[in-house]
């Protein structure tokens, strides 16, 4: 059965702070997203991955960046947490032709 | 841009009825169309995928219909139950369509009563 798995599924930082949101997938996927989600704004893509080392900007990169060292594993880091990044974080994997598969999503609270 | 529109408000029905879920896209023509279900707390699961040469979907108790004339996608759950109760994305790819990107809706929230 297929599994994304996101690290934390609650977080709590300090605004300043450096923030990591790890994503791991076990399909052997090339392409991985990172979305976050707020009240009626639906899933907003932040960054996606379509192979190792690779990464392109969604419609809301600001503040964020991403890595990607291995194929299963993506990461989305907050260079410095703000409040304004509190928020659900969703991570999501694909292969080709296939429909988007979700971890359970980071709630991440910026204090 | 493009544009996506799900009813916002809460969609209530009674156990047994059939529920309908409204997806409009506007400023392109998607090839394709998918529908997720999203329980509170967790993330979205896949339910179903329609082509524009399809007129509809069904799985179970399930049917999807993409009308690219109207730029709609209705979801229908038929003899719904309280175990349908979430909320329903609509996620067309977007303009560019590589790398399997994807819109979503703000999503519908299902309530199914007994």
């Known amino acids: 059965d297929v599994k994304v798995t996101q690290s934390s599924r609650y977080l709590v930082k300090r605004t300043g702070e450096k923030v990591f949101l790890e994503c791991v997938q076990d399909m052997d996927h090339e392409n991985m997203f990172w979305y976050r989600q707020d009240p009626g704004l639906g899933l907003r893509l932040i960054y996606f991955?379509?192979?190792?080392?690779?990464?392109e900007k969604g419609d809301i990169p600001e503040g964020y960046s991403v890595s990607r060292e291995k194929k299963e594993r993506f990461s989305l880091i907050l260079e410095s947490a703000s409040t304004n990044q509190t928020s659900m974080y969703l991570c999501?994997?694909?292969?080709?032709?296939?429909?988007?598969?979700f971890g359970d999503g980071t709630r991440l609270s910026i204090l | 841009s493009q544009k996506i529109e799900q009813n916002s408000e809460a969609l209530n029905i009674q156990e047994g009825k059939t529920a309908t879920l409204t997806c409009n896209y506007t400023n392109y023509s998607p090839a394709y169309l998918q529908w997720y279900r999203q329980d509170p707390g967790r993330g979205p699961v896949f339910l179903l995928l329609i082509r524009e040469n399809e007129k509809e979907k069904r799985k179970e108790r399930l049917k999807v219909t993409f009308d690219t004339t109207l730029k709609q996608s209705l979801f229908h759950i038929t003899a719904s139950q309280p175990a349908d109760s979430a909320t329903y994305l609509c996620?067309?790819?977007?303009?560019?369509?590589?790398?399997?990107?994807?819109?979503f809706g703000a999503g519908t929230r299902l309530a199914v009563h007994p």
């Open positions: 999501a994997s694909t292969g080709v032709d296939q429909p988007q598969h």
């Open positions: 996620a067309p790819p977007t303009l560019s369509g590589g790398y399997n990107k994807l819109i």
């Open positions: 991955s379509y192979d190792v080392k690779m990464k």
